[in-house]
């Protein structure tokens, strides 16, 4: 098309253009409407696939509109996709699932005001089964989307982050799926009520390696009580928990990290129950909503920030059709307790501890945690970084014999013996006590590592 002068109205003065194929002429506001007809049916899907901006958009298809017709023609477009409430009721995709459902929230700002994302997931499917905005995370709003859910999709599980009013709508909709705290949220919170990577890098050598230990300590007997296969085991790993907290003077971090456990202690069952439920231990750590939440946030920060509330949903449900089996096609299947040991903790695996806590042989839990790419020793698997990084720190000091590295590192006598010969030779001069073990720099274990 091309100028042809203005066009008088009662309005005033309107451009009007010429079709230079059939010389018909339009108005301007004809004119935007008959170049949105000339765009591509699939423009949202190049959009939401290229993770481009609208000018990106524009500038990839080539044509000659303006940024707002392009939007507009976008969102005309998604108008047109069913939602999850239509696509819930897919024979296809209800022949997926596995029925153990996992869900969170998390704020997102549009317009200037906040709101909720709400993402439900089927965990062995990895099936995306809701996602909507809130007003606001109150259990009635939560109830209302579950209660659409529950019509089609009826879970024996529901993994949770223990938010009291997921926990509360949860409970009224599905009263009898068994409610289980999420892994992958309890691993989180660990990490940020006792942050001790953090913490072994800075305090070095100023009297705090006790406290790290002891931190350790408890992180992996909470982690071996979450994982106990029956209430006989869980028992035994809770009492040494509360051992801890009477024998030793526990920092105030410490003392409220091991309360706050046990007031939530029922919503970690004995994985008998949720294996007989037809779960899986893997299945308890539902990082699929956390990852969920993060692509929409990413959409949204690549738009500029969602502007209008109901432009937000039609783009974010446009992303999840497009979307929907993404996670699904690239996640491998990978054996149980590997899958397992690879997401534990950022330094270390109480090998021993988590076989008696689910009954898994120790022999096992090491074949598993090499192909999970840890670090293997006799009783522990240390993550390969917090690995790496511990043998740097020792290689730049170079501490005398095992008692000093272990102040040093924040581990116990055993541990750091164990982690140290994997790198070097120890040598026991006169006795066997591992205090006092010499490390020989000279000599090292390289094919072990």
């Known amino acids: 098309m091309r100028t042809k002068g203005y066009s008088e109205t009662a309005r005033g003065s309107v451009r009007v253009y010429k079709c230079k194929q059939c010389g018909r002429h339009f108005r301007k506001t004809y004119a935007r409407s008959w170049v949105a007809t000339q765009l591509p049916s699939d423009i949202w899907q190049s959009y939401l696939n290229n993770k481009v901006t609208i000018a990106g958009l524009k500038s990839m298809l080539g044509v000659n509109v303006g940024k707002s017709t392009l939007n507009r023609a976008i969102i005309r477009q998604l108008k047109q996709l069913p939602t999850w409430k239509d696509l819930i009721k897919d024979p296809a995709r209800e022949a997926k699932w596995g029925y153990i459902m996992g869900m969170d929230t998390t704020s997102i700002k549009i317009g200037g005001k906040k709101y909720v994302y709400l993402h ?11 996602y909507t905005l809130l007003t606001s995370e109150d259990c009635q709003s939560i109830k209302n989307v579950l209660l659409a859910l529950k019509e089609h999709y009826e879970p024996k599980i529901v993994v949770v982050d223990l938010a009291k009013e ?5 409970k009224e909709v599905f009263p009898d799926a068994i409610v289980q705290g999420c892994l992958f949220h309890l691993k989180q919170w660990l990490n940020k009520q006792l942050p001790t990577k953090k913490a072994i890098k800075i305090c070095g050598l100023k009297g705090e390696m006790h406290k790290i230990h002891t931190w350790l300590k408890i992180k992996n007997l909470i982690m071996c009580v979450a994982l106990s296969w029956d209430e006989n085991r869980q028992a035994m790993f809770i009492n040494q928990l509360r051992g801890i907290s009477i024998s030793q003077r526990l920092d105030k971090r410490a003392q409220e990290t091991v309360e706050h456990f046990f007031q939530n202690l029922d919503f970690y069952n004995p994985l008998y129950r949720i294996v007989f439920a037809g779960g899986a231990p893997r ?19 690549r738009m500029g920030g969602f502007k209008k509330l109901e432009n937000a949903k039609l783009y974010i449900n446009g992303f999840w059709f497009l979307h929907s089996n993404v996670n699904a096609q690239k996640e491998a299947h990978v054996p149980e307790w590997q899958a397992v040991l690879s997401f534990f903790f950022a330094e270390m695996v109480e090998l021993n501890a988590l ?6 042989s120790a022999e096992a839990l090491r074949n598993a945690a090499t192909k999970a790419g840890l670090i293997v020793t006799q009783n522990h698997a240390f993550n390969k970084q917090f690995f790496d990084e511990a043998i740097e720190k020792i290689l730049q000091t170079k501490p005398k014999n095992v008692g000093e590295a272990a102040k040093m590192l924040g581990l116990s006598l055993d541990v750091a013996a164990e982690l140290l010969s994997k790198r070097f030779k120890l040598c026991f001069p006169n006795t066997l006590d591992v205090a006092n073990a010499v490390i020989c720099y000279t000599v090292t274990n390289e094919t072990e590592h």
């Open 120 to 130: 439900v997931a089927d965990i062995p499917s990895r099936e995306h089964l809701a």
């Open 355 to 360: 076989s008696e806590a689910t009954g898994v």
């Open 166 to 170: 997921i926990l509360k709508a949860v």
């Open 283 to 301: 299945f308890l750590y539902n990082n699929i909503c956390e990852r969920a939440m993060r692509s929409v946030k990413e959409l949204g920060a």
